[in-house]
């Protein structure tokens, strides 16, 4: 009778027990933000590692990457993985966020923090500013490499906000040409460097894009990867979850069976019905709109387009948007270009010449 109750109260009242081993995760859709699956993805814990994630993208946006830097004293304040750079050794930036990158070099991490920031306490603040900018609220950055100090204090965050970072750095084309590189060789004014990529998943999952790597005794194994398949764009983020590798290979394949790809606007035939404003000019967008849905969520896919009637406008000036909703929410926005006629062009370009003859009288 009692095993009955016990059967019959799992059916009534399942548990919810996570398929995977770690103690945070998500999914996310990269393009749409939208959250694909999650447990306890909002909970902030030490992140390790993975948070040489924000160093490389915050580089990138702030510095030139050939740009040539001269590591000074503060990288002797390094400790655990490293790429073994010298004081003194000139080395260009691009070649240190490879060595940050593939081989997690927390001397790479310092380096790149003095020279963009121009002192690592600095540094540290705009990373912080960065996050808040683009919505991580539950994150907290105290260095650009991510080892906790010595009273056990580290970089945290939730996995929530490290897949809305992934998402955000993965819309630079050389922050994905670095993650997803396999090997890199790098030449100084001393050495030359030899790195290969710890993320395993680029050798061992087809469909993998790049990612972070992270691991100490206090924060245990983080990973961050991302993964596309037939213009589907997923981000997986893990904290302490000691099986990373496959929980991440077995998520990415749960979640490109179970999503489709719908192309919602094409760039080639691109229209706006009854748009007479810009009749004069073209209206376009760079590339093909998908959206990520499950099939009985094709019905619910809606289009609107924003345009703004400006007066005044240049050749290849945004001009407005293309939201792309599910039911109610929004779940893509791509801006909408204006390309002027040709003659318009040169129109312009004359009128910009007087103009500028003016000015030199």
Not at 59 to 72: G, M, T, W, Y
Not at 139 to 168: Q, R
Not at 280 to 304: F, G, P, Q, R
């Amino acid at each position: 009778m009692k095993k009955v109750f016990v059967l019959l109260f799992l059916f009534l009242f399942p548990l919810n027990v996570s398929a995977y081993s770690a103690r945070n995760i998500i999914a996310m859709d990269m393009d749409s933000k939208r959250v694909l699956y999650e447990s306890n993805a909002n909970d902030a814990h030490l992140i390790a590692s993975i948070s040489k994630i924000m160093t490389c993208i915050l580089a990138l946006e702030l510095s030139d990457v050939e740009s040539e830097v001269i590591p000074s004293n503060t990288i002797l304040k390094s400790f655990g993985s490293g790429i073994y750079i010298e004081v003194g050794e000139k080395i260009k930036l691009k070649d240190l966020l490879y060595g940050l990158m593939l081989r997690s070099g927390n001397d790479a991490a310092l380096a790149i923090a003095e020279y963009v920031g121009g002192n690592v306490e600095n540094f540290v603040k705009l990373m912080n500013e960065k996050a808040k900018s683009i919505g991580m609220k539950n994150t907290n950055f105290i260095n650009p490499h991510g080892l906790e100090n010595k009273d056990g204090v580290g970089n945290t965050s939730t996995a929530y906000d490290m897949a809305l970072l992934s998402s955000y750095a993965m819309q630079n084309e050389t922050y994905r040409e670095i993650v997803g590189t396999k090997q890199y060789v790098a030449k100084s004014s001393t050495k030359t460097y030899s790195w290969m990529n710890k993320n395993k998943m680029l050798k061992t999952y087809e469909y993998a894009t790049g990612g972070k790597t992270g691991f100490t005794e206090k924060a245990r194994r983080t990973l961050v990867s991302t993964a596309s398949k037939d213009h589907k764009n997923i981000t997986i983020v893990t904290l302490n979850d000691p099986n990373d590798w496959d929980d991440h290979k077995s998520l990415y394949e749960t979640l490109f069976r179970a999503y489709d790809s719908v192309k919602v606007v094409g760039k080639d035939d691109f229209k706006i019905d009854k748009e007479t404003y810009y009749k004069n000019d073209t209206l376009y967008i760079k590339e093909d709109i998908y959206v990520m849905v499950k099939e009985n969520e094709k019905e619910d896919i809606s289009i609107a387009y924003e345009l703004d009637k400006r007066k005044e406008y240049q050749n290849n000036d945004v001009v407005g948007k293309v939201k792309i909703k599910l039911k109610d929410q929004v779940v893509r926005e791509e801006a909408i270009f204006v390309a002027k006629k040709e003659e318009e062009i040169k129109k312009q370009s004359w009128w910009q010449k007087i103009i500028g003859w003016f000015k030199h009288d």
